[in-house]
T-cell receptor
Framework: GAGVSQSPRYKVTKRGQDVALRCDPI?????LYWYRQALGQGPEFLTY????????KSGLPNDRFSAERPEGSISTLTIQRTEQRDSAMYRC???????????FGPGTRLTVL | AQSVTQLDSQVPVFEEAPVELRCNYS??????LFWYVQYPNQGLQLLLK??????LVKGINGFEAEFNKSQTSFHLRKPSVHISDTAEYFC???????????FGKGTRLSVIA
């Protein structure tokens, strides 16, 4: 596609439910990153992949958060047993080369009631 | 570990006036530096980047930034702003290669007619 796409754009869920957020990177991009952005803050790193391999998941806040990229393209970020503190904008980015220019998607706004 | 400090959370400026958005970073290794812009309800867009070479970097929309290694700064400047420059601006740093970005908290630029 022309750019990074994310779905859904908005997600409202009740506390305790599981949610899955999808990221479709720019075709051919090797690396895919997940960030979380709270209101009034900059994006904070969660995890990233090179191809299908998860390279670093040190930013995932706890074991309710997981991510996968099974075929080295589309990625899913899953949050189990959501809590109100999980409410934020979740952003995905992809990059092609070692110059690390990351292209960002529009984000998914998650609201946990 | 790396960190980024954006010294001003909000900067109001009159149209056609110059502006400088300040960014300082901390890192024990060489870094790459970036400025991203986020327009309302849109994703992050790269304004400019410093990888190596000339310390004065020119980006899109008339913005430029200067890398100052001794002061560990990467301030963003524009000689004459437009209403359309109203947005949130994020400074970011990385170690290079396909590694995650570390963002500052952002500076909200408001251009007043």
């Amino acid at each position: 596609g022309a750019g990074v796409s994310q779905s859904p754009r908005y997600k409202v869920t009740k506390r305790g439910q599981d949610v899955a957020l999808r990221c479709d990177p720019i075709s051919g991009h090797v690396s895919l990153y997940w960030y979380r952005q709270a209101l009034g803050q900059g994006p904070e790193f969660l995890t990233y992949f090179n191809y299908e391999a998860q390279q670093d998941k040190s930013g995932l806040p706890n074991d309710r958060f997981s991510a996968e990229r099974p075929e080295g393209s589309i990625s899913t970020l899953t949050i189990q047993r959501t809590e109100q503190r999980d409410s934020a904008m979740y952003r995905c980015a992809s990059s092609w080369d070692g110059f690390n220019e990351q292209f960002f998607g529009p984000g998914t706004r998650l609201t946990v009631l | 570990a790396q960190s980024v400090t954006q010294l001003d959370s909000q900067v109001p400026v009159f149209e056609e006036a110059p502006v400088e958005l300040r960014c300082n970073y901390s890192s024990s290794v060489s870094v790459y530096l970036f400025w991203y812009v986020q327009y309302p309800n849109q994703g992050l867009q790269l304004l400019l980047k410093y990888l190596s070479g000339s310390t004065l970097v020119k980006g899109i929309n008339g913005f430029e930034a200067e890398f100052n290694k001794s002061q560990t700064s990467f301030h963003l400047r524009k000689p004459s702003v437009h209403i359309s420059d109203t947005a949130e601006y994020f400074c970011a740093v990385s170690r290079g290669g396909n590694t995650p970005l570390v963002f500052g908290k952002g500076t909200r630029l408001s251009v007043i007619a």
